[in-house]
């Protein structure tokens, strides 16, 4: 589960922005005769459906239902007293209670049913296999194609706005790792010091993680190699990374 505040500051990610990026994507699914695309999200796989609608769940799993015109539909593994918060932090058309996600995903495209039949999935192999069975098991289950190359083709070149909040995010970092104390010699004053900084400064999220990747050298000032982790559970060339959320669109 997530800590901290999810909102949407729409001056930041206009609304605009998203339905230009939805556009994109269903220019493409036109382009490749899709009649509807599945991209599902969690608190663990927010990205794609938050790069399209700015929804980053706190909690469960949802799955985002785009066809070649109109607004996006949520079907949501949530209890209707969220859906408020939902869309109060996301663009969206459409938000279904679906405690079942797959099964709600079938009974969704019968009432629905896309055109042209074929069906894309973003990273179709990654589905989680509890959503992904009762489709694959139903009458839409061979046109089931995976949707990830193309949904990757629309990410690039990036817009303005994705380059500007990826450029803050990095700023927070930086200023983050700039505020560790030379003198550190445990990995809770460490970790402690990089989450003050960062969420001060705007941080929705604040994941800690090591590299091992001997290219990485330590930035001046940093706490002593033995004393972030004990030298005995490092890893050579070991150095710490923290990976931000500063908006759902990044």
Same mark, same amino acid.
């Given at each position: ?65 785009? =066809? ?18 939902? /869309?109060?932090? #996301?663009?969206?058309?459409?938000? %279904? ?14 009432? /629905? !049913? @896309?055109?042209?039949? %074929? ?8 589905? !989680?296999?509890?959503?992904?069975? !009762? +489709?694959?098991? $139903? ?13 990757? #083709?629309?990410?690039q070149p990036a817009d303005e706005v994705e380059i500007r909040l990826a450029r803050r995010a990095a700023t ?36 800690? /993680? ?8 330590? !930035? ?12 005995? =559970?490092? %890893? ?5 990374? +923290?990976?931000? $959320?500063? #908006? @759902?669109?990044?």
């Open positions: 589960m997530r800590r901290g505040l999810i909102s949407w500051s729409r001056d930041e990610v206009p609304p605009s922005v998203l339905e230009a990026r939805v556009a994109r994507l269903q220019e493409q699914m036109r382009a490749a005769e899709l009649g509807v695309v599945l991209i599902y999200t969690s608190f663990a796989r927010p990205s794609a459906v938050a790069w399209l609608t700015h929804f980053v769940p706190y909690w469960n799993e949802a799955l985002l239902v785009v =066809f070649p015109t109109g607004a996006p539909v949520l079907l949501a593994a949530f209890s209707k007293r969220v859906h408020g918060w939902i /869309r109060s932090v #996301s663009h969206l058309g459409e938000i %279904r209670s679906a405690p079942d996600l797959g099964r709600a995903t079938v009974a969704f495209l019968k009432e /629905r !049913p @896309p055109e042209p039949s %074929r069906i894309g999935v973003l990273e179709l192999d990654a589905l !989680p296999w509890h959503v992904a069975e !009762p +489709i694959v098991k $139903s009458e839409y289950g061979r046109a089931l194609v995976d949707a990830t190359g193309l949904f990757a #083709s629309i990410r927070i970092a930086v200023q983050a790792f700039k505020a560790i104390p030379t003198g550190a010699k445990r990995a809770s004053e460490l970790l402690s010091v990089l989450e003050r900084s960062a969420r001060l400064d705007g941080a929705e999220e604040v994941l800690p /993680r090591r590299s091992s990747c001997r290219s990485l050298t330590r !930035p001046p000032g940093y706490a002593s190699p033995g004393a972030f982790p004990p030298k005995r =559970f490092r %890893r050579p060339g070991a150095a710490p990374r +923290i990976a931000l $959320s500063k #908006s @759902p669109s990044v």
